[in-house]
């Protein structure tokens, strides 16, 4: 693997039903055999879940319709904005380089959606088009005039901040923090915001590839580090008693601003591709349409996968065939393609 360096010790490798029916001996009693087998199903499942919903973004089970619309959200990473709110409950997040060695985050909701988001932080290129391959509300706060007519031409529906600051209906200031890091978002006016705009507030989410093992050819990962700059790091540290990754930034532990809850995930998406920047302000260009090198890691694995952008969706594969996620979280870190962005302790 390029761009990796393994350290072995005490099992850290990194950087990386059969159903059963016995014929019955005539029709009556095949019915009833169907019918007992069926009660042992329903029985069987989790109360309150359904057989045919299935949350796309997590491929977990769902009490309910799933038609819903997808919303990202622009959610800030400067130090001063930690911790965060909402981003435990995020389905997918994607960690991407905003200007200089900073990253920033676009937080996609749909299984699960928190009251308060944020903060909310202002708008880049790459993170609409990414919001694009879900058809995705996407939810910023302020931009330079020339990104705003960009976003405006895009064609994707959007809320920005700057027009509701404050306005205690979609976006609230915190006063425990200073602009640009305490603007936060209120998903309940959401729905009123969709309607007003003439947005559409259902969308068939076409869900992505899910199976419950992961890939036989992974090597042992306990630790992955990716590395964006000196001073913008991030750890993943595997429980194997809950098959997930603890995430950490810059060596501190990600958790809830409210709560102190750690943010966990169960897929780790690593993403190398080319960045260029392209004015004095430090802005970049990030290439999300030619694919090549990444690395997926779950349940304590790592494997070099191929990149493609495949209908707007950055997704992995292996000799030419989709590598499925296992159900649950997923964080997606892109990182430039010439620096040494995974390393182990």
Known sequence: MKNIVWFMAAAVFMLLLTACANPAEDENKQENQDKKENSVEETEQPKGTSNENIYPLTGEPANDSVDHRVLSVMVNNHTNARPQTGLSRADIVYEVLAEGQITRLLALFHSDV?????????????????????????????????????????????????????????FKR?????????????????????????????????????????????????QVQVVYDEQETVTYTYDSASKQYKRSSDGEPTVEKETGERITVDNIFIVKTEHQVVDNAGRREIDLSSGGEGYLVQRGQIIEVEWKNHNGRILPFKDGEPVSFVPGQTWVNIVPDRSGIVTAE
Do not use: C, W
Not at 143 to 164: C, K, P, Q, R, W
Not at 200 to 205: A, N
């Open 174 to 222: 915190s006063t425990d923090r200073r602009a640009p890091h305490n603007s936060y978002l209120l998903t309940s006016g959401v729905a009123d915001l969709l309607a007003k705009k003439g947005y559409e507030s259902t969308k068939e989410v076409e869900p992505l590839p899910f199976a419950d093992k992961p890939s036989s050819e992974g090597q042992s990962a306990q």
């Open 114 to 170: 928190p009251d308060v988001i944020g903060p909310v932080r202002s708008a880049r290129p790459y993170y609409f088009k990414l919001a694009s391959g879900y058809d995705a509300l996407y939810v910023y706060h302020g931009a330079a005039t020339f990104i705003n007519e960009m976003v405006h031409a895009s064609g994707i529906d959007f809320a920005n901040g700057s027009l509701y600051d404050n306005d205690g209906k979609l």
